[in-house]
C-alpha cells in the first residue's frame, strides 16, 4: 500500500511538467520516444484490428504516437493526475484512458493482443502485476516494454544514491533491471520467448543541433558487443 500511496503522490507532483522529469520534452526525447513507440508496433505488429494495453502511460507521449497505428489502445495510470491529462492533451477515438491498478487489472483473461509500457515496470510489484499482464493477453500476444539498464552509469547512479534520485524526479520505490534479472521474473511468471537486449545512447539531454550526430554514434555504439551491455535502456519482449 506504501508503494501504491507513494505513485499516486509522485504523480501528483509531476503531472504539470512530467515530459521535462521523464526527458521526452527536448528534439532528443522526441526522438527517443518516437523510436520507442516503433519499437512497441513493430514488435507486436499493431495495427487496425487489433488490441492492445499500456502500462503506466503517464501524460500519453506513447499512446498518442500509437494511436496513428490504427489499432484500439486501452492506456490505463494509477495516478488519476497523469491519467487526466493525457485524455485531455491525446483525445483520438480508437483510445480509451483509464485510471487503474495494473496489480488488479479490470479485463476478462485473454483480451489483448499486446501488453506495452515505456519505463513502468521498474515501480511495479512485479510479483502481482506480471500475472495479472499475462493473464489478460490472449493466447500467442506480445509483452513488449522498455526499461532503464542497471549496467549504465547514470543510471546505476541514479537509482542508488537517494539525493541524485530526488534531484533527477525519481520515485521512492522506483529501480531499474539487469536484463537477466528481469528475464528470471519473466519466466517466473510464465511468459515465454524472452529477450532482453540493451540499446540506447542517446541521452535525452543531448543539445538539438547535436542530436543527429549523437543519434548516429549511438546506433555504432549499440552494435559493439560489451559496449552495448551499459546502454540507457533495455527492450524487453515476450509472448504468452
Known amino acids: 500500500m506504501e508503494r501504491i500511496e507513494n505513485e499516486l503522490a509522485h504523480g501528483r507532483k509531476i503531472s504539470g511538467n512530467a515530459e521535462f522529469y521523464w526527458g521526452w520534452s527536448g528534439p532528443a526525447g522526441r526522438l ?3 523510436r520507442r513507440a516503433g519499437m ?40 488519476p493526475d497523469l491519467a487526466e ?25 485473454n483480451f489483448f493482443n499486446c ?7 521498474h515501480h511495479l510489484d512485479l510479483q502481482k502485476a506480471l500475472p495479472e499482464m499475462l493473464r489478460v493477453l490472449k493466447p500467442g500476444g506480445t509483452f513488449v516494454f ?16 537517494k539525493p541524485l534520485r530526488t534531484l533527477l524526479g525519481d520515485s521512492p520505490d522506483e529501480t531499474a533491471f539487469f536484463r537477466w534479472g528481469i528475464k528470471r521474473k519473466l519466466e517466473q511468471s510464465g511468459f515465454s520467448g524472452i529477450k532482453a537486449r540493451p540499446f540506447d545512447f542517446l541521452h535525452p539531454w543531448v543539445p ?7 543519434s548516429s554514434l549511438g546506433g555504432l555504439l549499440e552494435r559493439i558487443p560489451l559496449v552495448r551491455e551499459i546502454a540507457g535502456s533495455l527492450l524487453i519482449t515476450a509472448t504468452k
Request: aromatic letters at 6%; hydrophobic letters at 40%.
Open 32 to 34: 527517443r520516444s518516437e
Open 40 to 79: 512497441y508496433r513493430d514488435e507486436a505488429g499493431l495495427g487496425p484490428g487489433k488490441t492492445a494495453l499500456e502500462i503506466g502511460c503517464g501524460i500519453g507521449i506513447f499512446t498518442s504516437i500509437l494511436a496513428r497505428s490504427g489499432a484500439g489502445i486501452t492506456a490505463v495510470d494509477l495516478s
Open 85 to 109: 491529462r493525457a485524455r485531455a492533451q491525446n483525445p483520438a477515438a480508437n483510445v480509451t484512458y483509464l485510471v487503474m491498478n495494473v496489480e488488479k487489472l479490470e479485463f476478462p483473461d
Open 115 to 121: 501488453v506495452y509500457g515505456s519505463s513502468v515496470l
Open 146 to 161: 522498455t526499461e532503464p539498464n542497471m549496467l549504465n552509469p547514470q543510471i546505476m547512479l541514479q537509482k542508488n544514491i
Open 208 to 214: 538539438g543541433p547535436l542530436v543527429p550526430a549523437a
